[in-house]
């Protein structure tokens, strides 16, 4: 077993406290990804798990064992870095096998396991070759061989993929998915880019200035964000909130008599458009519309707001046009002053 829990895990820099008590229960073996805008501490508290950066004060379990005290290496974790972390003077095959050497392992099970992982990542035809002689995403796939060697417990990983171009991240991102599903290993993964965090995670946690928004799987935080922020950070472009509009006439609208709803969620896929003035749709002004190939993607003025709708490509929308719009009722998500989400 191999869940990590969290809790109440504070970080203070000096006088700037970077991780506000996060408590975090990861699952046996699911893939975490730990997602949020820059400096929000995301790798400060990877680090923390890693054993590399001690925390003010809370704990960390990992299945039975505290882990909170232990050196980085006994704590049966293996780490992926951004920029690699190679060494250079090694071959690939010395490269997958020092983690194993140093912690003497027999030569045969070496031997085995890096014919075994450089399979794997598909650089058996590498292993003479040193650092220097590959590409960054050879490179790349020595450090995940390298650390899925070790076999380790927990598989921790800052940015893997952003030193490489477009292409190749794509092509490593499913690689990764489908070697990690395979393994039993339970990871953490480090991103600020949401595509990677989606395809990847089997949940999501979304950080906010050293706090932890929303834990949960992809589709819920995409479809149910927690937070107005979860919903302007995830989705490109991101979710509307908009005042509540009474000519919608929300079926699913929360009935609440405390808490009134101050903000409406909206998907920009999420609306019905016409051409005619129709009852229960709204007029909105077209300003920009844009063909961006599978949809076209209208940003239109709505009483004193901004909104983004997508509407088909083929649909004949221009710059100027008068349309009128309606939020599909199921889609709709209510938030309230404090801009979170209200249940229905
Ligand atoms: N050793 C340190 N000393 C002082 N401040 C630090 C230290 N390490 C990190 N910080 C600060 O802590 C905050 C969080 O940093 P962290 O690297 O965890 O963020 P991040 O979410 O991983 O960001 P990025 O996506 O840019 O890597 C930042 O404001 C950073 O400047």
């Known amino acids: 077993m191999s869940a990590i829990q969290i809790s109440a895990v504070r970080k203070q820099f000096g006088k700037q406290e970077i991780l506000k008590s996060i408590d975090l229960e990861i699952r046996d073996k699911e893939f975490t990804v730990l997602l949020g805008p820059s400096g929000c501490g995301k790798s400060t ?32 974790i293996a780490m992926v870095f951004q920029n690699y972390a190679v060494f250079p003077h090694m071959t690939v095959a010395e490269n997958i096998a020092f983690g194993l050497r140093v912690r003497k392992d027999s030569e045969a099970h070496i031997q085995r396991k890096v014919k075994e992982t450089a399979a794997l990542m598909h650089i ?21 061989a390298r650390a899925l060697a070790m076999e380790p417990e927990v598989l921790l990983m800052d940015e893997p993929l952003s030193n490489l171009d477009a292409l190749l991240r794509l092509e490593m991102r499913a690689e990764l998915k489908t070697i990690l599903a395979a393994s039993d290993t339970t990871t953490i993964y480090v991103t600020h880019d949401q595509v990677e965090a989606m395809s990847l995670a089997d949940r999501i946690a979304v950080m906010k200035g050293g706090q932890i928004e929303q834990y949960a799987p992809p589709s819920e935080i995409y479809h149910y964000p927690a937070t107005e922020f ?38 920009p896929e999420d609306f019905e458009v016409r051409f005619e003035p129709t009852e229960n749709f709204a ?62």
């Open 283 to 344: 007029p909105v002004r077209v300003l920009v519309s844009e063909l961006l190939g599978s949809h076209k993607q209208l940003t239109a003025r709505f009483g004193d707001e901004m909104i983004r709708v997508n509407v088909p490509s083929d649909l004949d929308v221009g710059n100027g046009s008068d349309i009128h719009i309606r939020p599909l009722a199921e889609k709709v998500r209510f938030y309230d002053h404090s801009g979170h989400l209200m249940s229905a």
């Open 124 to 144: 058996e035809d590498r292993l003479d070759h040193y650092s220097g002689q590959l590409s960054g995403g050879q490179r790349q796939r020595v450090a995940v």
């Open 45 to 76: 508290l990877l680090r923390i798990i890693a054993g590399l950066e001690y925390e003010s004060s809370g704990s960390i379990r990992i299945g039975e064992r505290e882990i909170t005290s232990l050196a980085p290496r006994d704590r049966r």
């Open 230 to 267: 979860v919903g302007s950070f995830i989705g490109n472009p991101p979710m509307n909130f908009i005042p509540p509009d009474a000519r919608w006439n929300h079926p699913t609208r929360p009935e609440q008599s405390s808490q009134q709803v101050h903000k409406c969620g909206i998907r």
